[in-house]
């Protein structure tokens, strides 16, 4: 047992080694060299280590801004964030998540080679998360021992591939193929603002094609523009927040050149996660063939959200302003309507809003991205909130799951668990 705790925990869960495997194994069905092998697996494992580099630069940034917009304005309330939530559980869950996750992944494949749902999830953060929240429904609703862990399973194995399969429609859209898939639990999000921007804005007019004046063409380049619109964003807050405030975070550093260097910082990680994902899709779609033809037919990988990015960086930037701009005003309604206040937190927004803005832009232009970022962040404030009575000890922290299938997913499974006699 302990063992088995030990490969979930702490390799499964670790999305390089997970995508890593999976090319390896991928590689060795179509008879590849060992050379072949050892390059695709290797470059695989480090295109996701280049990845997750990217992505800890962004949430460092975007951490400290969170943390001054809190003390500068004494904003109080449930903050969303995944890690800090699966910390909570595990000390109470940690042997319930670990076989959930495990069993899960078998269900996945399993599910993927008899349906028509042809998706490997491959986003084993994720994966690990969506485990730890069924242990703590399920869990709270009254189940125990195998009960517990067969329904989990059964439940994680049935999302890794309904999520992906969701979302493929726009995916299609969003990279012109049929090749890859997403695989991150803020699914019910970005379908929801593909369909709003659907509904408002025109695909034509896609974000990507921005008209730019001459003397303003160095904007063109999506690196300088997210730069620069991070930098204006930066500045404006530490500005409004001041010297003493800033200070905390800034330390010796004068506050103004801290928010021109953190904005700075955002896109250099904006960047590096852009090359990790290129490095990533060169090595892991000419791997799946081998699995999709001897393993599972017509599989294919479900990869974490910054995969779409490159398809439509200005995309990005429109969804995350816009996301948590929605999750401004979904705080303010949460107060009006005396519910949990939920903070918006910058990473969740930051990532599911960028992934709601390339979505939006894909079928509804830059109409499209705005509305589907906004869309994106009153899901994540109201959802979170409806979420908390079901998690039983675990809501009454000061914080809760921050993306919005974590939220569909127990509130309908507690409201299940009990109907059926939890």
């Known amino acids: 047992m302990e063992f088995f705790e030990f490969l979930m925990n ?7 080694v997970l995508v890593g495997l999976i090319v390896m194994i991928g590689l060795l069905l179509q008879r ?13 494992i480090i295109g996701f280590l280049i990845l997750g580099a990217g992505a800890g630069v962004i949430i460092g940034s975007l951490d400290s801004l969170g943390g001054i917009i809190q003390d500068r ?29 495990g069993f899960g992944f078998l269900a996945n494949i399993l599910y993927a080679r008899f349906t028509p749902l042809k998706y490997i999830f491959l986003t084993g953060h994720h994966t690990f998360f969506m485990a730890a929240l069924l242990s703590a429904v399920l869990g709270t609703a009254g189940m125990s021992g195998v009960a517990l862990v067969t329904t ?28 890859i898939a997403i695989g991150h639990f803020g699914t019910i999000g970005y379908v929801s603002a593909g369909l709003v921007a659907k509904a408002v804005g025109n695909e034509k007019k896609t974000t990507e094609d921005i008209k730019i004046p001459e003397q303003w063409s160095f904007l063109r380049d999506s690196l300088i523009s997210t730069a620069l619109t991070m930098v204006i964003m930066f500045l404006i ?3 409004i927040a001041g010297p003493e405030v800033v200070g905390t975070y800034a330390g010796d550093q004068n506050y103004i050149m801290f928010g021109l260097m953190q904005g700075i910082t955002f896109a250099a990680g904006f960047s590096i996660i852009m090359y990790g994902v290129r490095m990533i899709l060169t090595e892991i779609v000419p791997a799946f063939k081998g699995i999709a033809e ?13 995969i ?24 303010f309604m949460l107060g009006i309507f005396s519910l949990a206040l939920i903070i918006p937190g910058l990473v969740p927004h930051f990532f599911t809003g960028a992934g709601a803005g390339v979505f939006g832009n894909a079928v509804g232009g830059r109409i499209g991205a705005a509305a589907g970022g906004f869309t ?15 998690l039983g000890n675990l809501g009454f922290e000061n914080t809760t799951f921050g993306d919005s299938d974590f939220g569909v997913i127990g509130i309908l499974v507690g409201a299940l668990a009990n109907l059926f006699g939890g």
Do not use: H, W
Request: aromatic share 8%.
């Open 32 to 44: 590849a060299n060992f050379s072949k092998v050892f390059s695709g697996t290797t470059k695989s």
């Open 73 to 101: 304005f004494e904003i109080q309330g449930v903050i969303p964030n995944n890690e800090a939530i699966v910390a909570l559980a595990q000390q109470t869950l940690g042997t319930e998540t670990a076989l959930i996750m």
């Open 237 to 239: 807050l530490v500005i």
């Open 152 to 179: 989990g399973s059964l439940i994680l194995g049935g999302v890794m591939v309904l999520m992906p399969a969701l979302a493929q429609p726009f995916m299609r859209k969003i990279t012109g193929g049929n090749e």
């Open 308 to 331: 779409i990015f490159p398809y439509a960086p200005t995309a990005v930037i429109i969804g995350f302003i816009c996301s948590f701009i929605g999750g401004l005003i979904g705080m």
């Open 294 to 306: 001897k393993l599972v037919p017509g599989a294919k990988p479900a990869l974490d959200v910054p």
């Open 376 to 390: 994106n962040g009153i899901l994540i404030s109201f959802i979170p909130a409806f979420l908390l009575p079901v």
């Open 10 to 16: 702490e390799i499964l869960s670790l999305p390089e």
